[in-house]
């Protein structure tokens, strides 16, 4: 007997942790399934993971696929929650088809219908989950640009710098002193390896901890300081 496989995708691991828009599509998909008539016999569920993701790194959507029989159907709340990348949601359906199953979207979008219409409509669907997904990633760019801009951190902490509670940067004396060292011995001729022997010797520490190794300095040597707008003095 036909069964319905509800899936549902967050994006942010605070979506996953506080379960934001996981009870909401938990909640359209049993209603789809009880239209269609169906009892949802299995959830899976991917965690804090982008829509661009393939489909090797979405251990749910797998799951999920790996529980369809023929005739089953996998439910979600809305196709973007298959994915935001057009090559994967059409990968996800051929899958889906060759287990002789299908695809149902509580939100519509096309059905799960093949007419010409149904099938622009969920073509279109999966361009237009594309398309936001290109705009989120054009907002998160500019805004972490703006955050440079002012003064904090967007990312990782370069080194030779700490960042406060709030983001702001400032010179580490103790790190600057290294970075100040290996340009030096950099200048003088030194090989990466000496530099790393060097640096050992003189008792300074990556800042995990350990020693240092020439792949660490080729890295410190290659680094930039960053703009004047970020290395704000404490």
């Avoid at 496989?5 to 967050?10: A, M, P």
């Amino acid at each position: 007997m036909a069964s319905a496989i509800g899936y549902l995708r967050v994006s942010t691991d605070g979506q996953a942790v506080s379960g934001l828009g996981l009870d909401a599509q938990r909640a359209a998909v049993t209603a789809a399934a009880a239209r269609l008539g169906l009892t949802v016999t299995s959830w899976h569920t991917d965690e804090g993971i982008s829509g661009s993701a393939a489909l090797d790194v979405r251990p749910g959507l797998l799951a999920a696929l790996d529980a369809l029989k023929r005739g089953d159907v996998l439910v979600v709340a809305k196709r973007d929650r298959l994915g935001r990348d057009l090559l994967n949601v059409a990968m996800t359906e051929r899958l889906v088809q060759r287990k002789g199953a299908r695809i149902v979207s509580a939100a519509g979008e096309g059905t799960d219908g093949n007419s010409p219409g149904d099938i622009a409509m969920r073509q279109m669907s999966d361009v237009f989950a594309q398309l936001e997904r290109a705009h989120i990633s054009a907002r998160t760019k500019a805004a972490l640009q703006a955050k440079r801009a002012r003064g904090y951190r967007a990312g990782t902490v370069p080194f030779g710098y700490v960042a406060d509670a709030t983001g702001k940067l400032s010179t580490h004396d103790g790190e600057q002193r290294v970075l100040s060292l290996v340009r030096d011995l950099r200048s003088a001729g030194f090989t990466l390896q000496a530099i790393a022997d060097e640096l050992n010797v003189q008792g300074y520490s990556t800042r995990k901890g350990t020693a240092w190794r020439h792949q660490y300095v080729r890295a410190l040597a290659g680094s930039r300081v960053p703009d004047a707008s970020v290395t704000v003095a404490a």
